[in-house]
């Protein structure tokens, strides 16, 4: 089958995104290909999945392993694997006294976390950002920025409270980041005020499909502290953020804060299973322990756990964080000197930490409107030359999400073709 062939007979059978309509092929370490041979520069990982690299050679041989000796287990009985994985994943939090939730993905853990979370509260409500994304389901849907992102609609009243987030490029109070005294968590403050009823506060520690959205350093402190003030408990979506993401297993230890809950999947096993993981304090346990069904049948099973411990050992022994880091930095500076060259004036922002980097472009640098025609146009010439990006939701920014194992050579050619594609 061609391009063509596979497109139109999911178009004619499913619903789902065509967004770039060619059908994905074959991939090994930073590279893809689509069914007609063409290759790509994968600088997505799938939108921050692929974090060893595609087809590495360790997950491949434990795949083969763990599918001889157990591909699935009842949801009743525990595994060597889940043991361990639970084991792993409590000893990389930011402090003791975490224990984890098993979750198939993303908006299971997010779902997971709120309901542990609220066995303690009772009913209440939540506040998130805008420009926000937690998942797909009903309930994360009304975490997240339905209107901004053109989500699929729900019933008003799962739809949760909002305040903006710490958008420092375009900060309502005209203060610069390495001075400001976070007058942007005061919002927040009033809401609790205004509100009794809110008992959790969900955030992206950095908002992904948002546009890359990083707050200065001591910002979550300082929203911690408000939130502990409060008896408002705090979920830190790491679902895009961790497993080595941002150049630490969980951008919550850049930050320096110990949230009440984390989520963590994408990147939990690069791709090689479906797995997720909410991991909640103690403290909220005692309830929620109480009730019998308590994670989903496809949640943790043997491969998925065997999978995610590969992928973690990798990430640690590669040393996956520290690359994230190098070239991340390496790839920020570049992108910032490459466009400001070519585009003076339509230059708006690149921001980033460890490889989850957003080049944001404006109409002017009057108004600096987010220039999303632009953004497309600079994104489709890469693709035609062979590197594939991601965008924000709204084409606001461009994302650079490559697996943490992208070499310097890999960076430069990247460069290369950025610069061949926004010369005039």
């Not at 993303?106 to 997971?112: L, M, P, Q």
């Not at 080049?359 to 590197?387: A, P, T």
Request: proline share 4%.
């Amino acid at each position: 089958m061609n391009n063509k062939e596979v497109v139109s007979l999911t178009k004619k059978h499913q619903i789902t995104d065509l967004s770039f309509p060619a059908a994905f092929h074959d991939a090994q370490g930073r590279r893809f290909r689509d069914i007609e041979g063409n290759e790509y520069l994968d600088l997505s990982s799938g939108y921050g999945v692929a974090n060893v690299g595609w087809q590495h050679p360790e997950m491949v041989e434990a795949l083969k392993l763990q599918v001889i000796k157990s591909n699935y287990a009842p949801p009743w009985m525990v595994t060597e694997e889940s043991a361990l994985l639970g084991q792993k994943l409590t000893s990389l939090m930011p402090e003791e006294g975490y224990r984890s939730f098993r979750a198939t993905g993303g908006s299971d853990a997010n779902e997971i976390a709120r309901k542990v979370i609220f066995s303690k509260h009772g009913k209440g409500d939540v506040l998130s950002f805008y420009r926000s994304y937690h998942g797909g389901t009903h309930s994360s849907l009304g975490l997240s920025d339905i209107e901004a992102f053109r989500l699929p609609e729900i019933k008003n009243e799962f739809k949760e409270h909002k305040v903006d987030p710490p958008y420092c490029f375009r900060c309502p109070f005209k203060k610069d980041p390495a001075t400001c005294k976070f007058e942007c968590i005061e919002p927040i403050e009033k809401a609790f005020s205004a509100n009794e009823n809110i008992k959790l506060f969900i955030a992206e520690p950095i908002l992904g499909s948002g546009g890359i959205i990083i707050p200065p350093k001591g910002y979550f402190k300082a929203l911690h502290e408000l939130c502990q003030a409060k008896n408002v408990a705090l979920v830190m979506d790491e679902v895009l953020t961790g497993n080595g993401r941002t150049g630490y297993f969980l951008a919550s230890e850049y930050f320096g804060i110990a949230p009440d809950a984390i989520t963590l999947a994408k990147g939990l096993a690069s791709g090689f299973a479906a797995i997720g993981a909410a991991m909640v304090k103690e403290e909220y346990l005692e309830k929620y322990t109480k009730y019998d069904d308590v994670s989903s049948t496809f949640a943790w099973t043997p491969i998925s756990c065997a999978m995610a411990l590969k992928n973690i050992d990798i990430l640690e022994k590669e040393a996956l964080y520290e690359n994230a880091r190098i070239q991340g930095e390496y790839l920020k500076m570049n992108f910032e000197t490459i466009l400001k060259k070519y585009y003076p004036d339509q230059f708006g922002e690149v921001r980033g930490l460890g490889l989850m980097i957003g080049c944001e472009m404006v109409n002017d640098q009057v108004n600096k409107i987010s220039n999303s025609k632009l953004n497309m146009r600079i994104l489709l010439g890469m693709l035609k030359r062979g590197v594939m990006w991601c965008a924000s939701w709204d084409y606001s920014a461009m994302i650079a999400l490559p697996p943490l194992s992208i070499t310097r050579e890999e960076c430069d050619e990247v460069l290369n073709v950025l610069e061949l594609s926004v010369r005039k």
